[in-house]
């Protein structure tokens, strides 16, 4: 018979697979939105001379390449760096780097996914391949919250804690093992 508290931590991997399936679907989603808002972005450039226009039948809007300032004051400071003045292409880079960072967004939640299904499939948590799987999600998560927080104090937090984790975890491997073998 499966230890109660084993059979909980299934079924929460499980709902948590679950979760991160639906995220990792809606990631994949806006990624292939924003790639084809980036191709109209890089079409509309040539056809306006310099102006971006918008028009569904019932509004048109055009915008001078002097709002380009405007548009400049937010969004990746790496696109804003290229002085880019054609509004049309800097919205087209803007929607290539946010069809990359979904992209990333959606393997980690994909990577993270296959964490808890593993949980789930195996007999006790605390194995070495899942402790594998743990180490570079955790990796991967740090490296991402340096990259968007750009915070090195906050990304060091993150990294500490998910090393105390993975150290606990690498002791539960240990416990399972003195467990497995006295059986």
Known sequence: MENAK?????????VMATVLKVFRVFFTV???ICVVCSVICFIAKDKTDGNVMYDNGLT??????????????SGFKFINSLGIDNVAVLGGLYCL???VLSAI?????????????DIKESDTPFTES???RLKITFILVTVLTLLFSGSLGFTAIIALSFWCVYC???????LQKNEDETL
């Open 6 to 14: 084993i059979s909980k931590i299934k079924k929460s991997a499980s």
């Open 30 to 32: 806006m990624c292939i």
């Open 60 to 73: 048109r809007v055009l915008l001078p390449i002097s709002e380009a300032e405007y548009v400049e004051s």
């Open 97 to 99: 780097a946010a069809a």
């Open 105 to 117: 967004s959606a393997v980690l939640f994909n990577i993270i996914r296959k964490v808890f299904v």
């Open 130 to 132: 899942i402790q594998k």
């Open 168 to 174: 606990i975890f690498g002791y539960g491997i240990e």
